[in-house]
């Protein structure tokens, strides 16, 4: 049968022009049966990429309601308008289907996404790397804290110091060679009188300027001489310090006290020794050691490699403090005496962690310093 004009005039393919009586899907059952179809598929799209095929399938270019609507441009006109208006209709149905589902479908899949790609913002970050007090912080204020616990007080003074407090104070004479020996680095101009401190041993005539006696205080710090940097000097260091005045102290509180810090810091048992030596501000004066705490001063084959056999370690200086100090401070050493220390923290910081060259205290290696912890 031949196909009827179409309405508008082009020449269509007889291959994409259903026959309108080889075309069932335009009667109300054929149509009705399409929407069916369509509307199953799609309430039975259990998520956006099935619903995704529905729509290819029921509502593509190649479904059947759109080849059905390509055929009604071949039907006789009278019965164009009401096979456009039934295709039109079922069409309308299935698109509308297809967006509420679409979007019930969107909806579940944000509430999933919700609950699966949750975050629990309050546990902590595991990633960022935690920062770390240095380790040279930590054990300085680790010895003045053993200090405190003594019932002593934290007392500090300036890295810039007068050369008055530096030396004179403590009884080096002008022409001392203990100010040569020192290294110092001297303040431009020099007229001004200013050093780095050499030493955290200005501090004791601050201290007893400042707060009169009876005193207890130490005093942890950083100090500066002229050394060139290796494995065991640098030119920017630091000491803890201890001054003691009060009516008859003795070198034995002197004794006593160096023991308790050497335990705070080294462990129980751990003693001090004490050795001839000279500084102008302690009279009579003493270099210290303490106890090695891995041989215990017993001998071993091979020697011990903390103290090299020896069976003590160098820690600092001491004494008892020398009345020219007293004097030039208005305390007066008839009545009051004390004695004073001073040694030094990377030494102490080295020996409680196996450190063996002090460089890597000071070259700023976040992976050295991350090994000891974090220390509050
Ligand atoms: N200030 C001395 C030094 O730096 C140590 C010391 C302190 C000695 C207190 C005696 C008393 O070497």
Same mark, same amino acid.
């Given at each position: /049968?031949?196909?009827?004009?179409?309405?508008?005039?082009?020449?269509?393919?007889?291959?994409? =022009?259903?026959?309108?009586?080889?075309?069932?899907?335009?009667?109300?059952?054929? =149509?009705? %049966?399409?929407?069916? $179809?369509?509307?199953?598929?799609?309430? *039975?799209?259990?998520?956006?990429?099935?619903?995704?095929? #529905?729509? !290819?399938?029921?509502?593509?270019? @190649?479904?059947?309601?759109?080849?059905?609507? @390509?055929?009604?441009?071949?039907?006789?006109?009278?019965?164009?308008?009401?096979?456009?208006?039934?295709?039109?209709?079922?069409?309308?149905?299935?698109? &509308?289907?297809?967006?509420?589902?679409?979007?019930?479908?969107?909806?579940?899949?944000?509430?999933?996404?919700?609950?699966?790609?949750?975050?629990?913002?309050? =546990?902590?970050?595991?990633?960022?790397?935690? %920062?770390?007090?240095?380790?040279?912080?930590?054990?300085?204020?680790?010895?003045?804290?053993? /200090?405190?616990?003594?019932?002593?007080?934290?007392?500090?003074?300036?890295?810039?110091?007068?050369?008055?407090?530096?030396?004179?104070?403590?009884?080096?004479?002008?022409?001392?060679?203990?100010? &040569?020996?020192?290294?110092?680095?001297?303040?431009?101009?020099?007229?001004?009188?200013?050093? !780095?401190?050499?030493?955290? +041993?200005?501090?004791? #005539?601050? +201290?007893? !300027?400042?707060?009169?006696?009876?005193?207890?205080?130490?005093?942890? *710090?950083?100090?500066?001489?002229?050394?060139?940097?290796?494995?065991?000097?640098?030119?920017?260091?630091? &000491?803890?310090?201890?001054? #003691?005045?009060?009516?008859?102290?003795? /070198?034995?509180?002197?004794?006593?006290?160096?023991?308790?810090?050497?335990?705070? /810091?080294?462990?129980?048992?751990?003693?001090?020794? !004490?050795?001839?030596?000279?500084?102008?501000?302690?009279?009579?004066?003493?270099?210290?050691?303490?106890?090695?705490?891995?041989?215990?001063?017993?001998?071993?084959?091979?020697?011990?490699?903390?103290?090299?056999?020896?069976?003590?370690?160098?820690?600092?200086?001491?004494?008892?403090?020398?009345?020219?100090?007293?004097?030039?401070? %208005?305390?007066?050493?008839?009545?009051?005496?004390?004695?004073?220390? *001073?040694?030094?923290?990377?030494?102490?910081?080295?020996? @409680?962690?196996?450190?063996?060259?002090?460089?890597?205290?000071?070259?700023?290696?976040?992976?050295?310093? $991350? &090994?000891?912890?974090?220390?509050?």
């Amino acid at each position: /049968m031949p196909s009827a004009p179409d309405a508008g005039g082009s020449p269509q393919h007889p291959d994409e =022009v259903p026959s309108p009586t080889a075309a069932p899907e335009l009667s109300q059952e054929g =149509v009705d %049966g399409h929407v069916e $179809a369509a509307l199953a598929a799609i309430g *039975g799209a259990g998520d956006l990429d099935e619903l995704k095929e #529905a729509r !290819l399938a029921h509502a593509g270019d @190649r479904s059947p309601l759109a080849l059905a609507n @390509r055929a009604i441009g071949a039907l006789p006109g009278p019965e164009k308008a009401a096979a456009g208006k039934l295709v039109g209709q079922a069409r309308g149905r299935v698109n &509308q289907a297809l967006a509420r589902r679409q979007q019930e479908l969107e909806a579940e899949r944000d509430e999933r996404i919700l609950v699966e790609e949750a975050m629990d913002l309050t =546990v902590a970050p595991g990633r960022r790397p935690l %920062g770390r007090r240095h380790v040279l912080t930590v054990t300085a204020e680790r010895m003045a804290d053993a /200090m405190v616990a003594l019932g002593w007080e934290v007392a500090e003074g300036p890295q810039v110091e007068a050369e008055w407090f530096n030396f004179d104070a403590l009884n080096f004479d002008k022409d001392h060679p203990a100010r &040569q020996m020192q290294d110092t680095f001297f303040v431009d101009p020099a007229k001004a009188g200013l050093v !780095l401190r050499t030493h955290t +041993s200005p501090v004791q #005539a601050r +201290s007893l !300027l400042d707060r009169g006696v009876p005193l207890y205080v130490a005093v942890p *710090g950083k100090t500066f001489r002229t050394d060139e940097l290796d494995a065991t000097h640098t030119p920017v260091f630091h &000491q803890l310090e201890g001054l #003691a005045i009060d009516e008859g102290l003795t /070198m034995a509180h002197l004794k006593g006290t160096l023991d308790r810090l050497a335990e705070a /810091m080294f462990g129980p048992g751990t003693v001090s020794r !004490l050795r001839p030596a000279y500084f102008p501000f302690t009279e009579p004066s003493a270099e210290m050691d303490f106890r090695c705490f891995v041989c215990r001063g017993e001998a071993t084959a091979p020697p011990c490699r903390t103290c090299g056999g020896t069976g003590w370690i160098e820690w600092g200086g001491c004494g008892m403090v020398n009345h020219n100090v007293l004097r030039a401070c %208005g305390v007066d050493p008839e009545r009051y005496q004390g004695f004073a220390f *001073g040694m030094g923290v990377e030494r102490t910081a080295m020996f @409680r962690h196996g450190i063996a060259d002090m460089r890597e205290l000071i070259e700023g290696d976040v992976r050295f310093n $991350a &090994q000891f912890g974090m220390e509050i």
